[in-house]
């Protein structure tokens, strides 16, 4: 009986972890997030780096800004911003916004703009962060 018993239960997650698998494995199950490029053009890299590296570019650009006192436009936040801001909203954040879709969809904070503006053309933040 308990051989019966166990053998049931082993081919019932069995089924299950097949079904969770070919579940998972389908295309489109997890919706991506959607993004509108406002300035449809050539960014300054290619989309799968930007994508796979943005805050490092950003965290480069930061260091020889703060650091060294060199302002090159490629990679500041404020060139991404300018084309990346949406029309209606004049922001990258906010409700379908450009950083804040693709950042909600991979569960990140978004803790730039403690400092920055999410528009373009406005000066940061005053302060210090605390």
Not at 86 to 98: H, M, N, P, R
Request: hydrophobic content about 35%.
């Amino acid at each position: 009986m308990t051989f019966r018993i166990l053998r049931s239960l082993g081919l019932a997650v069995l089924a299950g972890l097949t079904f969770a698998a070919a579940q998972a494995a389908e295309p489109g199950r997890t919706p991506k997030p959607s993004i509108t490029i406002e300035k449809p053009g050539q960014c300054v890299e290619p989309t799968d780096l930007m994508r796979r590296d943005h805050m490092k570019l950003l965290k480069h650009q930061r260091d020889k800004t703060m650091y060294e006192g060199i302002r090159t436009k490629p990679h500041s936040l404020n060139e991404c911003i300018a084309c990346h801001a949406s029309q209606k909203t004049g922001s990258v954040i906010g409700d379908g916004g450009f950083c804040q879709s693709c950042h909600a969809y991979a569960a990140v904070k978004l803790d730039c703009w403690d400092c920055h503006q999410p528009k373009p053309g406005q000066k940061a933040a005053t302060g210090v962060r605390p």
